[in-house]
């Protein structure tokens, strides 16, 4: 009988990790945007807006490209779930979450998501986490968890539901970025984006036409400029690049990369708005990235 030979640790693209970067990037100077223009529009109108206006662009892109949007039937219902827990759920539940929640504790909880992306993953997709693997994700979550206050969440009974749906949010998501590598959409980057944030994002439009006030006229010079910086770079380059980047690396790397979003986002909103970044936050800071760089050379 011969002796069947351990799998191959699956192989981490350049490429990869270069829309990774663009995605952290994209995501991380969002953080400050959408500060500023949540003082001017609702959550849910905001970022339903804005997807589906993003949606539409790319779109537009992709067949002016010669980029075909045909889905077949049998896709649908993977490219529905993708919608749902990638866009829809992130966004509407980490919205919701911070009506009981301080920014700092729902962001610590949703970035959380690289810790079940890659418990996830192990068993859906036999990605077993190596010991290297998993001493960069400690070293980035306690880096994170630093940088977002480091005095632990206080689980009040208030707090109670924004935590359980900040926690949900963070476990959908992190299963659809298991279940994109498992159950894969084949299709260009561009049509499977405009199709899953044009598709998540539907719903949340709705959701705000129904349930928000929302003061068009209120919006300054700034506002319209930062709407053009999160359609445009939040969705239509950001997301593009985050389904290439599943498509090159496997889903645990993909996922602990992410946490460079919150730290790029720490930074930028310390430069843009003033916010407090001192010694403490900038150990963190590297000590995060560190963890980040670990996991992407594991």
């Keep these: 009988m011969t002796e ?19 995605t ?39 067949l002016a490209s010669s980029q075909s949007l045909r889905v077949e039937r049998h896709l649908w219902p993977r490219l529905m779930m993708a919608a749902l827990l990638n866009v829809t759920g992130w966004m509407v539940l980490m919205g919701l979450a911070l009506l009981w929640l301080p920014a700092s504790e729902a962001a610590l909880i949703a970035y959380t998501m690289p ?35 480091g005095n632990g969440i206080s689980a009040t009974t208030e707090k109670l ?13 992190a299963l659809g970025t298991v279940l994109a590598k498992r159950l894969p959409l084949p299709l260009p980057p561009i049509p499977a984006a405009a199709w899953q ?22 919006v300054t010079a700034l506002g319209w400029w930062l709407l053009v910086y999160s359609t445009m770079i939040q969705f239509c380059i950001a997301y593009v690049s985050w ?7 496997p889903a645990s790397v993909a996922a602990i990369g992410t946490m460079a979003v ?5 930074v930028a909103s310390a430069i843009a708005l003033g ?8 150990v963190a800071l590297m000590f995060t990235l560190g963890g980040v760089v670990l996991a992407t050379r594991s």
Excluded: D
């Design 262 to 266: 919150p730290v790029i986002g720490v």
């Design 24 to 62: 952290s990037v994209g995501w991380g100077f969002n953080w400050p945007v959408t500060k500023y223009l949540l003082s001017e529009l609702p959550p849910l109108t905001l970022r339903g807006t804005t997807g589906v206006i993003g949606a539409a662009l790319l779109a537009g892109l992709a």
């Design 115 to 149: 810790v079940w992306a890659s418990l996830i993953a192990w068993p859906v997709l036999g990605e077993r986490p190596t010991w290297l693997r998993t001493v960069a994700l400690v070293m980035a979550f306690a880096g994170l968890a630093a940088i977002m206050g």
């Design 161 to 173: 539901p924004g935590i359980l749906m900040a926690l949900t949010g963070a476990m959908g998501f």
């Design 4 to 22: 069947s030979k351990p799998a191959a640790p699956p192989r981490i693209a350049p490429a990869g990790l270069i829309f990774l970067a663009i």
């Design 197 to 218: 944030i044009g598709l998540g994002c539907f719903p949340i439009v709705i959701l705000g036409l129904a349930f928000e006030n929302t003061h068009v006229e209120k």
């Design 243 to 249: 389904f290439a980047a599943l498509a090159r690396l």
């Design 275 to 282: 916010e407090p970044l001192g010694l403490i936050q900038i």
